[in-house]
């Protein structure tokens, strides 16, 4: 019965200390992930529509 309290008090120990470094590691992602809701976002221009696919596909159905 012993050892069951002494564990139990080891583990609560832990607790507050495990609390603090996941609450450091996740604070970066956090911030990342809250900081990409304002709207942010860096697109790419659109591409030009060449129309080569469909004379690619009209040379190889010939060939």
């Not at 609390?19 to 591409?47: C, H, N």
């Amino acid at each position: 019965m012993d050892r069951i309290v002494a564990n139990a008090l080891k583990t609560l120990r832990l607790v507050p200390r495990a609390t603090l470094i996941l609450m450091a590691l996740a604070a970066p992602v956090l911030a990342v992930t809250m900081r990409a809701d304002a709207g942010s976002t860096i697109e790419a221009p659109a591409l030009r529509k060449t129309g080569v696919g469909f004379v690619l596909l009209v040379s190889l159905r010939r060939g």
